[in-house]
């Protein structure tokens, strides 16, 4: 299975110790050097000292040298700008001094705040005994407790189950072992028991991320593409409301050519739900990416845009999505003109926006379509 984290290494077992949903493992005694940024108090918040401290706090293991370390950067760092006011998230790296300095250079307009473990202490006694794919992240709230641990890529759907008041710590509890066998059967190889485990979980909870990433990818690897759909589709049944579900289920859809009966299905379950704007338009360009010449994916994906109403007090920088994506549409039923002027609309929102990456993509995209347009009209 196409899965940005699933290739990560296993963390090794050295210990008995590790932070579990529900500890409150208070300030390590290890050092952490912290780059350019104010420390992120890891234990309890005091009330005078820490006022302009969130009350969620969320810290992300993760090493700067992996392949996947600058998407991870990027999701969260977009995760960061959202909920700025009510979450502070940190990096903490067993990394060397100058690969962290590199990586802070690499990605100079991160705000993230970051840390070397210097003595490499403070994520063993975080990680050990976990099994736990790496990078790995934990949510705790002002008094130090951990609320959650797991995969960082999980992190931004958890911090806003908890946000919303939606997440259970005894449920965490219970599910944390559950995990924990989970992924030790992967260490081990046995897919079988895998997917076993990750049906459990999915039983008692389908929202579970890393449960359906590993039946999915067993099942898939087992050869039972079938069951693979199952694990998905049963999931997305259960919890409609997650985003994730949905772009599981056109993955799924978008590889495996025998499962592309379920596309309208997929695109009718997805525009029903009163998804944000950006969501609504990330599940667009994956439609117009993955299903390039399939006529149910471009009716599917004016359907969802039509249904997708800027609000009036909408940011640059939503406009700006929402036009590059009706840009794109609309190069697809070939409008050329109504995209160019889309993309030139964008390219202005992105720059009032400060978002100079999305600005040069958009500008690209700006460039291709006038190319086009350019040679279209000396071949008249």
Known sequence: MKNLFLSTVLLSVFSVSAVLPGDRPGESRSKLEWLDCSPM??????KEKHRSIPGLRAVVFMYTRASDSDRLTAMLENFRRQYHDRLLISIITPDTLSDAREFR??????????????????????????????PM???????????????????????????????????????????????QHMRDGNLFKVREAAGKILQFAPENGSALRMAVFAAENLGQTGEAWQAVAGAL?????????HFSALDMVSRHRQLRKHLDEVIEKFHARP?????RCAFIERLLT????????????????????????AMPEQLGIILMVRSRLRYAFGDLVSAEADAAEAVQYFKSAGLEKARMQAQMQLDFYRTLLKHLDSGK
């Open 41 to 46: 108090p890891l234990g309890k918040l005091d």
């Open 105 to 134: 250079q690499r990605h100079r307009d991160v705000r993230l705040r970051m840390a070397v473990d210097i003595e490499r202490k403070v994520t063993p006694e975080y990680m050990h005994q976990s099994a736990m794919i790496f």
């Open 137 to 183: 992240a934990f949510l705790m709230d002002a008094g130090g407790t951990i609320l959650w641990r797991g995969e960082a890529v999980d992190l931004p759907e958890v911090c806003e189950a908890q946000l919303a008041g939606k997440l259970d710590l005894n449920k965490q509890k219970k599910l944390d072992p559950m995990i924990l066998e989970m992924q």
């Open 237 to 245: 049944q259960k919890a409609p409301d997650i985003p994730r579900l």
């Open 275 to 279: 998804f944000a704007p950006e969501v």
């Open 290 to 313: 993955d299903f390039p010449f399939e006529s149910r994916a471009l009716i599917g994906a004016e359907k969802i845009l039509a249904g997708t109403p800027a609000a009036l007090n």
